[in-house]
Nanobody, 123 residues
Framework: VQLQASGGGLVQAGGSLRLTCEAS????????IAWFRQAPGKEREFVAA????????YYADSVKDRFTISRDNAKNTVYLQMPGLESEDTAVYYC?????????????????WGQGTLVTVSS
């Protein structure tokens, strides 16, 4: 499956963005999907994940209670709603898919990766 991430951009601190991860085919509806991010000079880190049905979600502590992950399987799309952005959220955001359907938080759990979308938060 091919993933296309979009929705990044430049925003002031306190602003909001919604990232979109769109998949190329309907097998997407059976996959767990996660968002990871990589800031300059840092390792890629887990942000949020959602299982195949949308019934289970996980969040990193740094974004819990701020970001919301959701999915629309009819549109082969997963969203990451990001209100209250902070300068520390500046990174390239990647979506990834795991055919095992249930959520995991490790980078190596995800087989398919999108190309990334840049989020820049100015303070």
């Amino acid at each position: 499956v091919q993933l296309q991430a979009s929705g990044g951009g430049l925003v002031q601190a306190g602003g909001s963005l919604r990232l979109t991860c769109e998949a190329s085919d309907r097998t997407f509806s059976r996959y767990a999907i996660a968002w990871f991010r990589q800031a300059p000079g840092k390792e890629r880190e887990f942000v949020a994940a959602i299982n195949w049905s949308g019934g289970t979600t996980y969040y990193a502590d740094s974004v819990k209670d701020r970001f919301t992950i959701s999915r629309d399987n009819a549109k082969n799309t997963v969203y990451l709603q990001m209100p209250g952005l902070e300068s520390e959220d500046t990174a390239v955001y990647y979506c990834a898919a795991d055919p095992r359907a249930e959520v995991h938080m490790g980078i190596f759990d995800y087989r398919y990766w999108g190309q990334g979308t840049l989020v820049t938060v100015s303070s």
